[in-house]
C-alpha cells in the first residue's frame, strides 16, 4: 500500500486537474462523478490529497455556471463528496483509539535549514544536490508562488469576465495551494515534515503539465523550439540522476532504512538470530521488520513526533508497553540513529528502571538489553558476550543466546 501510495496520489492528481478544467469548459455529471472519485481516493492515500479536492471546489466557485449561491452550492456539495472517505476513516480513528490523529496543533515554523532543503531538493529535479545558489532557487521559488497568489486574487475578481481559466493556469493555482498546504501543515501540526523531493513531486508533475499544455497553443516553430527545450530538461535530469543520485542512494540516508548501513547493522544480524519466542522491543521497529521480518514493540518517545513538544502520553504507554513484556523473555535494542538526524539518542533513565533493563552487549550502531526477569535468566558473567565499543566482527549471538535457554 505504501509502494502505490505517491503514484496513487501523483494519478488522483493529475484526474483531478483535468476534470476540472473539463467541468469549467463544459460542465456534466460525468465529469463531476469522476472528479470526486479522484479527489477521494487521492484524500485517502498522501494527507496532501485533499489539496487537490479543494482547489476544484474552489475553481467551481469561481469560474462555473450559475450566480454565486449556485456556484457555492455546487462547490460545497463537491468538496463534502470528495473529503467524506477521509472524514469517515478519522471517526473510525476517534472510535477506535480515542483520537482522530496524533497531531495537536502547534507553533513550530519551519527554520532556515528547512527551507534550505526545499531548495536543495528543488534544484536535484534539474542537477547535482547540494549546487551553491541553493538559496537563490529558494528566492525564485517564494517569488513565483508570490506571483501565483497575486494572480489568483486578481482572477477572483475577474472571475465573471474572463471566463474559466486555462490548464496552465489552474496548474499554478493547484501548485501554489499545495506549497502553501505543506508548509503550513509544517508550521501547525507536523514539526517532523521533511520538505524533500517526495514532498514536492506534486508542484514538479503540476509544472510539467502547466509547460506542456501552454506550449500546445504556441505557433508551430516555437511549439517545436519548447517541446526541444523541455525534452532536453527531462533527459537533463534523468542523466543527472543516474548520474549521481542513484549510485550514491544505497549509502545515503535518503534511502532511509533501505540503506547499505542498515542491512549491515551487527545488531539486527544479532536479532535475527534469536529465538521467536523473545520479545523484541526497540526505538527502531520499522528497520528490524524490513531486514528481519520480526515485529517489535516501540519504545515510547520522550517528545512528541509530530510537535516537537514533551511526549504527553509517556507515562501511559509505558505502561502499556510494561503489562504487555509482563512475563515474557525480551530484550531491548535501542539504536543510535535511528532516525536520519545526526544527533545520537540517550536512554532514559526512567524508562532503564522502569523496564529492569541490563546490558548485555555494545555494537557500533546499538546497546542490546535485557528486560525484567530476563536478566535473572542471565546468570553467568558477561565476558564472553565481549562488550564491544567498536563494532566485532563476529557478533557474540551464540554466548547470549546461551543465556535465554
Same mark, same amino acid.
Given at each position: 500500500?505504501?509502494?502505490? $501510495?505517491?503514484?496513487?496520489?501523483?494519478? $488522483?492528481?493529475?484526474? %483531478?486537474?483535468?476534470?476540472?478544467?473539463?467541468?469549467?469548459?463544459?460542465?456534466?455529471?460525468?465529469?463531476?462523478?469522476?472528479?470526486?472519485?479522484?479527489? *477521494?481516493?487521492?484524500?485517502?492515500?498522501?494527507?496532501?490529497?485533499?489539496? +487537490? &479536492?479543494?482547489?476544484?471546489?474552489? &475553481?467551481?466557485?469561481?469560474?462555473?455556471?450559475?450566480?454565486?449561491?449556485?456556484?457555492?452550492?455546487?462547490?460545497?456539495?463537491?468538496?463534502?463528496?470528495?473529503?467524506?472517505?477521509?472524514?469517515?476513516?478519522?471517526?473510525?480513528?476517534? =472510535? =477506535?483509539?480515542?483520537?482522530?490523529? !496524533?497531531?495537536?496543533?502547534?507553533?513550530?515554523?519551519?527554520?532556515?535549514?528547512?527551507?534550505?532543503?526545499?531548495?536543495?531538493?528543488?534544484?536535484?529535479?534539474?542537477?547535482?544536490?547540494?549546487?551553491?545558489?541553493?538559496?537563490?532557487?529558494?528566492? %525564485?521559488?517564494?517569488?513565483?508562488?508570490?506571483? &501565483?497568489?497575486?494572480?489568483?486574487?486578481?482572477?477572483?475578481?475577474?472571475?465573471?469576465?474572463?471566463?474559466?481559466?486555462?490548464?496552465?493556469?489552474?496548474?499554478?493555482?493547484?501548485?501554489?495551494?499545495? #506549497?502553501?498546504?505543506?508548509?503550513?501543515?509544517?508550521?501547525?501540526?507536523?514539526?517532523?515534515?521533511?520538505?524533500?523531493?517526495?514532498?514536492?513531486?506534486?508542484?514538479?508533475?503540476?509544472?510539467?503539465?502547466?509547460?506542456? @499544455?501552454?506550449?500546445?497553443?504556441?505557433?508551430?516553430?516555437?511549439?517545436?523550439?519548447?517541446?526541444?527545450?523541455?525534452?532536453?530538461?527531462? =533527459?537533463? $535530469?534523468?542523466?543527472?540522476?543516474?548520474?549521481?543520485?542513484? +549510485?550514491?542512494?544505497?549509502?545515503?540516508?535518503?534511502?532511509?532504512?533501505?540503506?547499505?548501513?542498515?542491512?549491515?547493522?551487527?545488531?539486527?544480524?544479532?536479532?535475527?538470530?534469536?529465538?521467536?519466542?523473545?520479545?523484541?522491543? @526497540?526505538?527502531?521497529?520499522?528497520?528490524?521488520?524490513?531486514?528481519?521480518?520480526?515485529?517489535?514493540?516501540?519504545?515510547?518517545?520522550?517528545?512528541?513526533?509530530?510537535?516537537?513538544?514533551?511526549?504527553?502520553?509517556?507515562?501511559?504507554?509505558? $505502561?502499556?508497553?510494561?503489562?504487555?513484556?509482563?512475563?515474557?523473555? *525480551?530484550?531491548?535494542?535501542?539504536?543510535?540513529?535511528?532516525?536520519?538526524?545526526?544527533?545520537?539518542?540517550?536512554?532514559?533513565?526512567?524508562?532503564?528502571?522502569?523496564?529492569?533493563?541490563?546490558?548485555? *552487549?555494545?555494537?557500533? !550502531?546499538?546497546?542490546?538489553?535485557?528486560?525484567?526477569?530476563?536478566? #535473572?535468566?542471565?546468570?553467568?558473567?558477561?565476558?564472553?558476550?565481549?562488550?564491544?565499543?567498536?563494532?566485532?566482527?563476529?557478533?557474540?549471538?551464540?554466548?547470549?543466546?546461551?543465556?535465554?535457554?
Amino acid at each position: 500500500a505504501r509502494l502505490l $501510495s505517491e503514484p496513487l496520489a501523483l494519478l $488522483s492528481l493529475a484526474v %483531478v486537474l483535468a476534470a476540472t478544467h473539463s467541468y469549467l469548459a463544459r460542465p456534466r455529471g460525468r465529469t463531476v462523478a469522476v472528479l470526486v472519485v479522484a479527489a *477521494a481516493v487521492g484524500g485517502l492515500t498522501r494527507f496532501p490529497g485533499v489539496v +487537490p &479536492a479543494v482547489c476544484a471546489a474552489l &475553481a467551481i466557485a469561481m469560474w462555473s455556471t450559475g450566480d454565486v449561491r449556485r456556484r457555492l452550492t455546487r462547490a460545497g456539495v463537491v468538496l463534502a463528496a470528495a473529503l467524506l472517505p477521509l472524514g469517515a476513516w478519522l471517526m473510525r480513528n476517534a =472510535v =477506535v483509539s480515542g483520537q482522530a490523529s !496524533d497531531r495537536r496543533v502547534g507553533l513550530h515554523p519551519p527554520g532556515a535549514a528547512v527551507w534550505r532543503q526545499a531548495a536543495d531538493k528543488t534544484l536535484a529535479w534539474v542537477g547535482p544536490h547540494h549546487l551553491p545558489w541553493a538559496t537563490v532557487t529558494l528566492l %525564485v521559488v517564494v517569488a513565483l508562488l508570490l506571483w &501565483a497568489a497575486r494572480a489568483s486574487w486578481q482572477a477572483r475578481h475577474l472571475a465573471l469576465a474572463a471566463g474559466p481559466p486555462s490548464l496552465p493556469a489552474l496548474c499554478v493555482m493547484f501548485a501554489a495551494a499545495y #506549497a502553501l498546504f505543506v508548509v503550513a501543515v509544517r508550521s501547525l501540526l507536523d514539526n517532523n515534515l521533511s520538505f524533500g523531493s517526495r514532498m514536492f513531486l506534486p508542484v514538479l508533475l503540476l509544472a510539467t503539465i502547466a509547460v506542456t @499544455s501552454a506550449a500546445a497553443t504556441l505557433p508551430s516553430w516555437r511549439r517545436a523550439w519548447v517541446g526541444a527545450l523541455c525534452t532536453g530538461v527531462l =533527459v537533463w $535530469s534523468a542523466v543527472v540522476l543516474v548520474a549521481t543520485n542513484i +549510485p550514491r542512494f544505497p549509502r545515503s540516508i535518503s534511502a532511509g532504512y533501505a540503506a547499505s548501513a542498515w542491512r549491515a547493522s551487527p545488531t539486527i544480524a544479532f536479532l535475527a538470530k534469536l529465538d521467536r519466542d523473545v520479545a523484541i522491543v @526497540s526505538n527502531a521497529p520499522d528497520p528490524i521488520w524490513l531486514h528481519i521480518r520480526r515485529t517489535p514493540l516501540f519504545l515510547p518517545l520522550g517528545r512528541d513526533l509530530f510537535s516537537g513538544g514533551p511526549n504527553q502520553h509517556y507515562d501511559e504507554q509505558l $505502561s502499556a508497553l510494561q503489562r504487555a513484556l509482563r512475563g515474557q523473555r *525480551a530484550i531491548v535494542a535501542f539504536f543510535d540513529h535511528p532516525t536520519r538526524s545526526p544527533k545520537q539518542r540517550v536512554l532514559g533513565v526512567k524508562l532503564r528502571n522502569a523496564l529492569g533493563l541490563t546490558p548485555l *552487549a555494545r555494537y557500533r !550502531d546499538a546497546t542490546v538489553y535485557s528486560v525484567g526477569a530476563a536478566s #535473572a535468566v542471565v546468570s553467568r558473567p558477561l565476558q564472553d558476550a565481549r562488550w564491544a565499543p567498536i563494532n566485532p566482527p563476529k557478533p557474540p549471538v551464540r554466548a547470549i543466546l546461551e543465556r535465554f535457554d
